[in-house]
């Protein structure tokens, strides 16, 4: 489902068999390029990662840690919008490699804090001092304003897919409909109003990291 399938008639005169604005077709080829990007990112920061011991999502936990600072599981799961399993495989291993440790919880008995260890900062920054060099090289033609505006337009669409994962712009719909449904007698009822699931199965490894451990 796109973000802006339920928009497409509105710009139409509101019929629904208009042709795609401009705009429509833009964010079309922004979404088109996401999941391919990711892709290639993840074979890029694997690639790097080969001879450390580290997976792409291990790296992903190691940047958040650094980050976010100690987090719990739960924490880090909601923080890299994925389900909590794979995050705590990563912590499992990473804890084996030596980069993470578990701390007591003053919030909380039975959720411990997983925090960097001297090792695991050690290698985030060297990662991150790698990829900013390899950054700063390959990216080098592109203005400081069009990164911010890439963010900006990320950050909307996350938003954006976020709310379509968890069903809450539905829910802000039939919020905003309520009253005239009600007032019709009407079920109001045309097919896209159920519950989904709030199963969230965004990308697991950051889409801007691509790098190799060091002191």
């Known amino acids: ?29 922004v979404i088109r390029r996401l999941w391919p990007l990711h892709r290639t990112v993840v074979r890029a920061v694997e690639r790097e990662l080969a001879d450390t011991g580290m997976t792409a999502g291990e790296h992903a936990l190691l940047d958040a840690l650094h980050t976010e600072g100690p987090r719990t599981v739960p924490q880090l799961a909601r923080t890299m919008g994925l389900d909590r399993q ?7 291993h990473a804890a084996e490699l030596g980069l993470v440790v578990t701390a007591p919880n003053p919030a909380h008995r039975r959720s411990s804090l997983i925090r960097l260890t001297t090792e695991g900062t050690a290698a985030i920054r060297g990662i991150q001092r790698f990829e900013s060099t390899e950054l700063r090289q390959r990216l080098a033609d592109l203005p400081a304003e069009d990164v911010r505006t890439a963010l900006h337009v990320l950050d909307r669409l996350g938003e954006e897919f976020r709310h379509l994962a968890n069903g809450s712009r539905v829910q ?44």
């Open 1 to 29: 489902m796109s973000v802006i399938e339920g928009d497409a008639g509105e710009h139409a005169g509101g019929d629904g068999a208009g042709e795609p604005t401009a705009t429509e077709d833009l964010l079309y080829d």
């Open 86 to 92: 794979p995050v705590q495989r990563w912590v499992n």
């Open 172 to 215: 802000r719909e039939e919020t905003d409909s309520q009253g005239s449904r009600d007032s019709r007698g009407s079920e109001g009822s045309n097919g896209s109003n159920g519950n989904p699931e709030g199963h969230d199965s965004r990308p697991t490894a950051p889409l801007m990291h691509k790098g190799r451990s060091g002191a």
